[in-house]
Every structure is written in structure tokens, then in C-alpha cells.
């Protein structure tokens, strides 16, 4: 299958810091990337779907302001957690996704704000 | 809204033991239904998928019916391996495709020898 790659698989940073992941298809250009959260032994929540090119569109309850993505290539999104907090340490996960295929994952970045 | 319930973990069994992992959904439409695992340090895989009522996926041994009477979505094996272990992940799509997706909480799976 295709390969999604995502950057750092893990950061500590300290609270009030932002952190930026990246999400990378290598081998396919992604119109459509995903992003989701997952906290210790609950399911992956979809936070947001962005588009290359276009604003992204985010779920109910999450702040935009927050977790900021970009999708500026048909290869990379970026998701910037703002202000980091101790309660934005999660398990963050992106897919990728071309026109009608299934989306591919990267395999998660663990973000611990201290 | 969709949401997808599965049997709580960890689940520990023997090599060659009969594996199944029970998942619910609830959806207004008629979803896509998914599998997929994650090995350790990986990201998540397809394992396997059914588009519509009584469809059946399977792949590396292991199967899963779409009951739409029962709103189920099992997944089973015969025969479990050590390298099996991993987390399963089951999943909805209302979109059709395997794009946006309403997951389960996944279920730890522990193969010993």
C-alpha cells in the first residue's frame, strides 16, 4: 500500500509552547488528509479534514484556533497545536487520501506537554 | 451520530486458539464497515472491509460478516499466530469510501506461544 509518513513519532514540550507535526504521502499525492486524536484506551476521534488548498474543516468541539492545519501541497499537511497545554498531550494520527481510495495512515505522533 | 463499540481488551490467548472480536455500530445510513490493525510502532493497515449487508471480508485469515440485522461487524480467526498481536481497530464509513472514518476503541490482542 501507499506510504504515509508522519514527523516526530514523539515530542515533550514545555506548556505554553506550539508544536507543528507533519503528515507526508511519499509515493501518492493526497487531495484529502485527515486528522485525528486518540487518548489512552479510547478510539481515534476525527478532529479535522482538510483539503489541499482550501481552509481545513474541523469536527464539533474542536478549536480551530488551537490545532492549526495546513495543507498547502498535494504531499504534506501540518497540524499546529497553539499554547500547548498538559490536556493536548495525546496520540495524534493522520491519513491521506487520494480521490475515491481508501485513506492510508501515518503511524502517529505521541505530543506530551509538561 | 455513528459511533462503533468493540469488546474491550487486552485479549491474551495461545497460539492457534479461535480468535473473535465483537463490534456494534449504530449508524443512519447504510456504512461501510472496516478492520485495522496496528503492529507495533506502525500506523494503522487495512485489514479488511464489506460495503454492504452480508458482505464478507476477509484477508490473512481473518473474516468478518456485515450483519445488518444485528448491526455487527466481527472479526474472527480460525487459527491466531504470535505475530498477530497487535490492536484492531474497527470503523464506519458513511462516505463509502475508507476516508472519513468513525472508529471503535480498539482492542489489544496478545498471541502468546
Known amino acids: 500500500g501507499a506510504v504515509v509518513s508522519q514527523h516526530p513519532s514523539w515530542v515533550i514540550c514545555k506548556s505554553g509552547t506550539s508544536v507543528k507535526i507533519e503528515c507526508r504521502s511519499l509515493?501518492?499525492?493526497?487531495?484529502?488528509m485527515f486528522w485525528y486524536r486518540q487518548f489512552p484506551k479510547q478510539s481515534l476521534m476525527l478532529m479535522a479534514t482538510?483539503?489541499?488548498?482550501?481552509?481545513?474543516?474541523?469536527e464539533q468541539g474542536v478549536e480551530k484556533d488551537k490545532f492549526l492545519i495546513n495543507h498547502a501541497s498535494l504531499t504534506l499537511s501540518t497540524l499546529t497545536v497553539t499554547s500547548a497545554h498538559p490536556e493536548d498531550s495525546s496520540f495524534y494520527i493522520c491519513?491521506?487520501?487520494?480521490?475515491?481510495?481508501?485513506?492510508?495512515f501515518g503511524q502517529g505522533t505521541r505530543l506530551t506537554v509538561v | 451520530g455513528d459511533s462503533v463499540t468493540q469488546m474491550e481488551g487486552p485479549v491474551t490467548l495461545s497460539e492457534e486458539a479461535f480468535l473473535t472480536i465483537n463490534c456494534t455500530y449504530t449508524?443512519?445510513?447504510?456504512?461501510?464497515l472496516f478492520w485495522y490493525v496496528q503492529y507495533p510502532g506502525e500506523g494503522l493497515q487495512l485489514l479488511l472491509k464489506a460495503t454492504k449487508a452480508d458482505d464478507k471480508g476477509s484477508n490473512k485469515g481473518f473474516e468478518a460478516t456485515y450483519r445488518k440485522e444485528t448491526t455487527s461487524f466481527h472479526l474472527e480467526k480460525g487459527s491466531v499466530q504470535v505475530s498477530d498481536s497487535a490492536v484492531y481497530f474497527c470503523?464506519?464509513?458513511?462516505?463509502?469510501?475508507?476516508?472519513?472514518?468513525?472508529f471503535g476503541q480498539g482492542t489489544r490482542l496478545t498471541i502468546n506461544p
Open positions: 509515493d501518492f499525492q493526497a487531495t484529502t
Open positions: 449508524a443512519t445510513g447504510y456504512p461501510s
Open positions: 470503523a464506519l464509513s458513511d462516505l463509502g469510501g475508507a476516508q472519513k472514518l468513525v
Open positions: 491519513s491521506a487520501a487520494d480521490v475515491n481510495t481508501e485513506a492510508f
Open positions: 482538510s483539503n489541499e488548498g482550501s481552509k481545513a474543516t474541523y
